[in-house]
Each structure stands twice: as C-alpha cells, then as structure tokens.
C-alpha cells in the first residue's frame, strides 16, 4: 500500500472511530461534549433550524437527528410517491426518514452508512418510528452496496467532504442512479487553501473541514463521473458562520491549531446543490450525423 492510500485509509479509520462515538453519544465532533461535529458549540435544535429542517421536522425525528449536516437537501429533491432514494452517510437515519415520508410505503428509500454503531442507532429509529420501506447498509460511498441503474434520486448531507477519494464517489453515484436520475447534495468546499494546520488536524476533518476540496476540482470530478447540469441552491460561509455564532467553541479549534478566525473567513463553504445523470447518447447511423 502506498504512504497515500494507508493515510486515507487511517482518516477512513478515524472518522469512523470518531462517528461511532458521536452515536454512542460519548462524544461531539469538535471535540465537545454534544454531538454537532458540523455545528459546533450550538444546540441540535439550533443547527437544525438554521439549516433549513422545520420545527416540526425536527420534533418529529429528533433521536435520529444528531445535528451532523450542513444543509437540508431533501427538500430540494422533488421526491415523488413511489420513487427510490438513496442517502450517503445516513447517520441516524433523519434524512432517509424525511424522504421516507415524501415517497410514501410504495417507495423505497436506501441509507449508507460505514459506522456500526450508526447503522444499529439507525435500524433502531427506523423500528421506533414505524418505517418499513427504509433500509440501512453498511459501506463506503467509493463502493457502493447498490446494483447499477436502481436509483432515481441520491441525497447527502455534509459527509463527501469526509471521503478521502471523492471521484470515486462521484462515479459510484454516477453508477447506481438511472439515466436522468438526480441528485441534491449538501457539502463543504473550499474556496482557497486552509492553513496547513488545520488540515492535519483530525478534529477539523471529522467536523467537516479540512477533508474539503477546493470547489473547481470537486464539481470538475462531478462532471467527469457523468453527473451534470450542476445548480448552486445555497452556498454560506460556514466557518464564518460558526466563528460569529459559536465563538468560543471554534476558539478551542483556532488555538489548537494557532490559526487566526480572518485566516478562515470565506474560505470554507456550505454549499447545496442539484445536479443529474447525463443521459446516453444514442449511437447515430444517419447521414446528418456527419454534416
């Protein structure tokens, strides 16, 4: 193995570690004791509204909703009655209950997820609520356990940013969706580079950071997968959000790396997005075709 690949494999190993954590409830991701890895030093209900999720939402599924994302993209989806979707780093389940509501007991709604802990945390809510056509499987976003062309539309909320290879990821997308098939996407990307501190620091990888990519290189893998016709929703300054929201919680980020809060402002992103699968092209026969 290469001294690239183990390193990924050991952020791979560290996120998990600290995700199962974070759904043992032992744990936040910035190193606090709440579990808001992605909106640190605030309350999950506080997170979760300011994201985009109604009061109702979050009343409704508030043991599946651990305040880990960085936007509200099921909204944005369009989901249909009967339609099959699948969620990338499902957590506990929130997003995949939300859009189990949406596609109704005709539909089927798919979470993947590489931490146990999650997965079991998430199977549990499923139960609990009563959502019997939502399913969780254990896997990485680089190889995903679904069969090609099974799905009509893909939803993630702040976790390809955490993925080492995020190409690979975009392909598998590109894989499992069916032709024309769409997806909604909440991320964080950079625009410019952070300081090296804080992209050796685990913490800021886990809580969402330093494992970004800049945005030109991440929507360009976007497109070289297959999935196009790419539209911004939202795009905030995250970090800048956090630093005037929750001061002293990014403080404890700021001094460990010796980083200054105006280093960050702007640079880190919090962008939802639509996107979908290019249709194939027909081969052509005809003598237009080479007029």
Same mark, same amino acid.
């Given at each position: 193995?290469?001294?690239?690949?183990?390193?990924?494999?050991?952020?791979?190993?560290?996120?998990?570690?600290?995700?199962?954590?974070?759904?043992?409830?032992?744990?936040?991701?910035?190193?606090?004791?709440?579990?808001?890895?992605?909106?640190?030093?605030?309350?999950?209900?506080?997170?979760?509204?300011?994201?985009?999720?109604?009061?109702?939402?979050?009343?409704?599924?508030?043991?599946?909703?651990?305040?880990?994302?960085?936007?509200?993209?099921?909204?944005? %989806?369009?989901?249909?009655?009967?339609?099959?979707?699948?969620?990338?780093?499902?957590?506990?389940?929130?997003?995949?209950?939300?859009?189990?509501?949406?596609?109704?007991?005709?539909?089927?709604?798919?979470?993947?997820?590489?931490?146990?802990?999650?997965?079991?945390?998430?199977?549990?809510?499923?139960?609990?609520?009563?959502?019997?056509?939502?399913?969780?499987?254990?896997?990485?976003?680089?190889? %995903?356990?679904?069969?090609?062309?099974?799905?009509?539309?893909?939803?993630?909320?702040?976790?390809?940013?955490?993925?080492?290879?995020?190409?690979?990821?975009?392909?598998?997308?590109?894989?499992?969706?069916?032709?024309?098939?769409?997806?909604?996407?909440?991320?964080?990307? %950079?625009?410019?580079? %952070?300081?090296?501190?804080?992209?050796?620091?685990?913490?800021?990888?886990?809580?969402?950071?330093?494992?970004?990519?800049?945005?030109?290189?991440?929507?360009?893998?976007?497109?070289?997968?297959?999935?196009?016709?790419?539209?911004?929703?939202?795009?905030?300054?995250?970090?800048?959000?956090?630093?005037?929201?929750?001061?002293?919680?990014?403080?404890?980020?700021?001094?460990?790396?010796?980083?200054?809060?105006?280093?960050?402002?702007?640079?880190?992103?919090?962008?939802?997005?639509?996107?979908?699968?290019?249709?194939?092209?027909?081969?052509?026969?005809?003598?237009?075709?080479?007029?």
């Amino acid at each position: 193995m290469s001294a690239n690949a183990s390193s990924a494999e050991q952020r791979v190993k560290e996120v998990r570690e600290k995700y199962g954590s974070i759904a043992e409830g032992k744990t936040g991701g910035c190193g606090g004791p709440s579990p808001s890895p992605c909106g640190c030093g605030a309350s999950t209900e506080a997170i979760s509204a300011a994201l985009g999720y109604s009061s109702a939402e979050v009343e409704s599924l508030a043991d599946a909703n651990l305040g880990l994302g960085c936007g509200a993209p099921v909204d944005s %989806l369009e989901l249909q009655p009967g339609e099959r979707v699948l969620d990338l780093g499902s957590g506990a389940g929130v997003d995949v209950f939300l859009a189990a509501k949406r596609v109704g007991r005709e539909g089927r709604v798919i979470g993947v997820d590489m931490t146990p802990q999650m997965l079991e945390k998430a199977r549990a809510n499923a139960a609990r609520l009563g959502f019997s056509q939502v399913e969780f499987r254990e896997g990485r976003l680089e190889q %995903l356990p679904v069969v090609d062309a099974s799905i009509d539309a893909v939803t993630s909320n702040c976790v390809i940013n955490l993925v080492p290879d995020k190409a690979a990821a975009f392909r598998e997308i590109a894989r499992v969706l069916k032709p024309g098939g769409r997806l909604v996407i909440s991320d964080i990307l %950079l625009d410019g580079a %952070l300081p090296p501190a804080i992209e050796q620091d685990v913490y800021a990888y886990v809580g969402c950071i330093s494992g970004a990519m800049q945005r030109s290189e991440y929507f360009a893998a976007l497109e070289a997968a297959g999935l196009g016709s790419v539209d911004v929703l939202k795009d905030v300054d995250y970090l800048g959000a956090m630093i005037d929201a929750a001061p002293e919680a990014v403080g404890e980020l700021l001094e460990r790396t010796g980083v200054a809060a105006e280093d960050l402002r702007g640079k880190v992103r919090s962008v939802t997005f639509r996107a979908s699968k290019r249709e194939a092209t027909r081969g052509c026969c005809g003598p237009s075709c080479c007029a």
